[in-house]
């Protein structure tokens, strides 16, 4: 069974950093490779939106234009992880933020099949 766990969000004050984690499990390491793992983030009374992806079989990570620049997403390929590290957080960054996996690559929400649960990231002023 295909599961991702986030983990990492917190509290932290306006301008701090935080490093969020996905675990990854259920997929055979040659199959992972075929996907892409996702960082999305949806904010209270708002749309979900992308954050950033990257394939570790094709070696790339894409984010939205609106994304570059405070946000980074890495992976550990022999620990099956993924990180999502930011930096220099503003309150508006308060979201809860989701890992999850699709076939190929991309940041298209739909385009994802396997979802983790969220994880809590508030930023104070």
């Known amino acids: 069974e295909v599961q991702l766990q986030a983990s990492g969000g917190g509290l932290v004050q306006s301008g701090g950093s935080l490093r969020l984690s996905c675990a990854i499990s259920?997929?055979?390491?040659?199959?992972?490779?075929?996907?892409?793992i996702g960082w999305f983030r949806q904010a209270p009374g708002k749309e979900r939106e992308a954050v950033s992806c990257?394939?570790?079989?094709?070696?790339?990570?894409e984010s939205p234009e609106y994304m570059k620049g405070r946000f980074t997403v890495s992976a550990d390929n022999a620990k099956n992880m993924v990180y999502l590290q930011m930096n220099s957080l503003k309150p508006e960054d308060t979201a809860v933020f989701y890992c999850?996996?699709?076939?190929?690559?991309?940041?298209?929400?739909?385009?994802?099949?396997?979802w983790g649960q969220g994880t809590l990231v508030t930023v104070s002023s």
């Open positions: 259920g997929f055979r390491n040659a199959d992972l490779d075929d996907y892409a």
């Open positions: 990257i394939s570790r079989g094709i070696d790339t990570s």
């Open positions: 999850a996996a699709t076939y190929g690559m991309g940041y298209r929400d739909y385009e994802y099949t396997y």
